[in-house]
């Protein structure tokens, strides 16, 4: 399947759990970020195209705000091939405030690599 990214993601070395806001049940976590979406790596498998509204926990150094809420839509879900208790799941952000994008692109800045 071809590459459909107009943007590439970069890795994130840190643990930044993501829960469904919704429920309050945790999705996985965080492991890498573009401006236009997020990978999460989760224990179970998400259904394709249903949106979400996302809580990404922030660790301490990004500001004063514990999480930023944000919706977006699951792209794709895939199985991890060495570890088949494992999914990646690839989410495009389609909704977030200002200042939670603010938020997010330092995030991006001070983990992406």
């Given at each position: 399947?071809?590459?459909?990214?107009?943007?590439?993601?970069?890795?994130?070395?840190?643990?930044?759990?993501?829960?469904?806001?919704?429920?309050?049940?945790?999705?996985g976590?965080?492991?890498?970020?573009?401006?236009?979406?997020?990978?999460?790596?989760?224990?179970?498998?998400?259904?394709?195209?249903?949106?979400?509204?996302?809580?990404?926990?922030?660790?301490?150094?990004?500001?004063?705000?514990?999480?930023?809420?944000?919706?977006?839509?699951?792209?794709?879900?895939?199985?991890?091939i060495?570890?088949?208790?494992?999914?990646?799941?690839?989410?495009?952000?389609?909704?977030?405030?200002?200042?939670?994008?603010?938020?997010?692109?330092?995030?991006?800045?001070?983990?992406?690599?």
């Amino acid at each position: 399947m071809p590459e459909q990214r107009t943007t590439p993601r970069k890795k994130i070395p840190v643990y930044m759990r993501v829960l469904n806001d919704d429920t309050q049940d945790i999705l996985g976590h965080m492991v890498e970020v573009s401006m236009e979406g997020l990978r999460l790596e989760t224990t179970h498998e998400l259904p394709i195209n249903k949106d979400y509204y996302l809580r990404l926990e922030l660790t301490p150094d990004i500001g004063s705000i514990p999480y930023i809420v944000f919706a977006a839509r699951s792209k794709w879900c895939k199985m991890d091939i060495i570890l088949p208790n494992l999914f990646h799941v690839g989410f495009q952000i389609i909704e977030i405030l200002p200042e939670d994008k603010d938020v997010f692109a330092l995030v991006l800045q001070k983990y992406g690599s």
